[in-house]
């Protein structure tokens, strides 16, 4: 054996070949494919047995044989898929078990009430004398949404309508996620509605979509949450 190679062992046929020392060195070694033969292996190795050509089989994950009969196999295949629900099944198990309202709760934004300006109008009003008092005018209140912290997302949603299906084994089958959420935008975003996240208190309505099928009307109520509550 040349003095230029270091003979390697070939882990998964046990095969003895000569490789380049640094190739040995900084790749089979290290990953622990191929051990440096010993002294005494070699000499109870017959040359002949040595591999002088490239084990192009090597590092190659061998197949694993068939541990089941394809019966078996063609058994669990058929289990699987009879456990998948069908769409009007699953309708009918959201429409049953998710309640008409799911409720959540935020804290409100603290948002401090106008001052009134000098230059608003005033009027006047008649005290216990007679005289005329002048009184200021309160603004006229224009109707907001409340935002709140963070937000609710569909996410936020599927998950909470996934929590509510777990509670039994075929409910739990229902396939849900935030792609089957729709929040109904048909108000104005400034009422805190976008595609993706509900971001004020109050009620807004929701569309648990089920392919093949109606959807599944629901609303959403975020209610206000004492920012001292953890």
Known sequence: MSASFAVLIVLHSGSIIPIAPGRMRNIYYPQRKAEYVTQAQLRTTNQKDLLTERDFSFGIPQPQSESEPPEERAEKTFEVQTK????????????????????????????????LAPSEPVGTSINAVGGDVPVRKAPESVPSATRIYGSVSIADIAESVKAILATNEESARVVLGPEDIKIDEAENEDVGIDAHRLKALGEYQIEIRVKGVDPVQRRVNIRAQDADIS
């Open 84 to 115: 998948l629900l069908t769409p009007k099944r699953t309708y009918e198990i959201i429409e049953a078990q998710v309640p008409s309202e799911l409720i959540f709760y935020r804290v409100p934004i603290a948002v401090p009430e106008p001052e």
